[in-house]
Structures are given as structure tokens and as C-alpha cells.
């Protein structure tokens, strides 16, 4: 997959800007507590990032199908650059919240884009282990762009991180400006966007593999909305550790990620997709179901990097079963995952603290996790021949 000079590109630039992205969250939350001192504007911050994907994900993605994807990258790209320059320039609230909000719905045109892309570039057989550089890129962003961004803030002020986010933006945009992309003539069939729209989730809906993973992300992202949610709780509350604790347990659910990642782009290959895929969803679930029973911290180190595993294991297999679908209709598939996802997390983050102190830490993990667990082995069980490129 490296022989094509577009693929080495696309990973470096993701990588990129997966470390901006970081950065660029650590300098918004402290540019919003110093002007606030309130928590409850930094929650509303964290939420404007998933808003826009509840919405604008579908959608999105039915007008990457009938553009070209290259551009869409490029300008989505350099749109998100001037954004993050123009935050050093003001102290107001509603204009920080807004450009963030702008940038989100920006990236909701990025993310199908690059991700039908994908599939065009690499050869069929090693999409998954692409998928699996993609998932340890986004892996090593999360381990190393807060420190970069903390290091920033320190030596030259929030201002200094900002400018930096925006380096992380026009770089790809110009380094895929410059690539030489199989050239997709854009989806204009369909007729209207509404019939466009149409014949995407038509396609969603009469494709068992696309549909059951696209239940499996959705169910496995709500529960890991969940965990961050109700992690910091456990910590605390069930084994005596506070925050020092918590950051731990999500640093072994990264170390988990990391090796999933690895493992999957190795080993993957070997296995019918959608039950790959099925099996890392039961494994998360498994960990989500018992992370309120552990008394041990280092009980909960073990299980949150099995959670770790299972989501990467779950993910980039979806992944690779929705970039199998037609080329026409990828952009819609990769937008309605989009949406789901986001729409998954926003709900577990927004409502797992209030069930959990109406009924308990426990039911809420357990009720979750039962759930990740059934749909897991529902998709397992049903599924048949291998079908829509090994799913």
C-alpha cells in the first residue's frame, strides 16, 4: 500500500492534523475556563464538536458523493486553518464557541471525503491493515497532542497553540493539493440530493454487513461516551483513586488501543470482517460490564485495555466494511456512520451522569455493556457467507 505515494501522504497529513486537533482542544478548554472560570461553558464547548455531526452527517456525506473528494479535502482543510487563526483575535465567548461550531461542521465534509478515498488508493487486501495506520495515528495524537499543546501553552500562551493548530491545517491541505488522486467522476444519477439521500440509506438498509456494523460502532461509541463519563466516577467512588487514577485507567485504555490497532492490521485479514468486528464489540462490552465490579486499580487497568482493544478492533473493521461499499455511495455510507456515532456519544455523554445518579453507576454500565454484548453476538450469529468484499 506504500508503493502508491498518495497513501503515505494522506496518513502522515491525518496525523497531522489528529495532533492539531488535540492541541487545539487543550488551548480551547483553558482559553474558556480563564475567560469563564466555569465548567459548565467548557461542557458546552466539548458538546458544539459533536453537535454538528447529529445533523450534518447524512448529509454531508451525500454532497461528498456528487463533489470531488480531493478538493473537499483541500478546502475543508484550509477553511479550518483560517478559523482556528482568527481565535487569537477575540476574547468573547459566543465568537470562540462559534468559530468551533463553523470548524466542526467544516469537518463533517472532511471526514466522508477522506475516507472514500481511502479505499481508491489502496489495494483491496491491505484496506484493513490502511485502516489499522489510520486507528494507531489516531492513537498516537490522543498519547502526544495534549503534551505538545500543554508544552505550547506554557512557553508562549494559548495564543502560541492556535497558530500551531493552524500549521497542522494547511500543511494537508497543500500536501494533497498536490496529489495525483484516482479521479472519481462525482455521483449527479441519483438526480436530486433528496434521491441521492434516498438511494444512500436504501443501500444502508438492503446490506446486512454495512448495517450491522454501522449497529455495532454506533453501540460501542455509547459506551465508550459512557466510560468518560462515568469513569473519573469509578475512580473515585469504587476504588478510592480520584483523578490521578482516572487518567491512568484511560492511559491503559489507550495502551489497549494501540495494540488492538497493531494486531488488527496484522491479523485481520484472516477473518470474515463483520464478525472481527462483532467480536471486538462483545470484548468492549464484556470490559464495560465489569469495570463497576473491579476493587482493584490494577484490576481496572487490565479491563480498560481490553475496552481499548475491542472499540479498535470494532471500529476499523467497520471502517473497512463501509469503505467496501460502491464507490458512488461511499460518502453516504461513511456520512450516516458519521451521524450515528456522534449521535451515540452525544447521548452517552449528555445523559450518562444524570442515570447514573438516578439509578447507580452500576445498572448504567451494566444495562450498557449487556447491550454492546447482545448486539455482538446477534451480528455473530447471523451472519452468513461473506459478502460486499469479505464483510
Known sequence: MFKNKAFPVLLASEALSLIGDRILAVALIVLVYDLTASAVTVSILMMLKAIPSLFL????????DRMNRKWVMVFSNLAQGVLVLMIPFTDTLLVVYGIYLLMSVVNQFFIPARAATLPGIVPAQSLMAANSLFSIAYVGAIAIGPMIGGFLIE??????????????????????A??????????????????????GLAYIGETGPVRQALILTTLVYMGIGTISVLGIVIADKVLGTGAGGYGMMMSSMGVGMLVGAILTGK???????????????????????AL????????AFGVNFLLGMGMVASQTTAYTIFQSAPEALRGRVMGAAQSLMGAASFLAMGLAGFVAEWFGILPV???????????????????????????
Open 267 to 289: 491479523f485481520g485479514k484472516r477473518f470474515q470482517r463483520i464478525k472481527l468486528a462483532s467480536t471486538g464489540a462483545i470484548l468492549a462490552g464484556c470490559s464495560i460490564t
Open 155 to 176: 512557553a508562549a500562551g494559548t495564543d502560541a497553540a492556535f497558530f500551531a493548530d493552524s500549521i497542522s491545517f494547511f500543511i494537508p491541505a497543500i500536501a494533497v
Open 292 to 299: 463497576p465490579f473491579v476493587s482493584s486499580l490494577y484490576v
Open 178 to 199: 498536490f496529489l495525483a488522486l484516482p479521479q472519481v467522476k462525482p455521483d449527479t444519477r441519483s438526480g436530486s440530493f433528496s434521491d441521492a439521500f434516498r438511494a
Open 57 to 64: 452527517g447524512s448529509v454531508a456525506g451525500t454532497l461528498v
Open 365 to 391: 454500565l451494566v444495562g450498557i455493556g449487556c447491550l454492546v454484548i447482545a448486539a455482538g453476538l446477534f451480528v455473530v450469529t447471523r451472519s452468513g457467507p461473506q459478502s460486499v468484499s469479505n464483510a
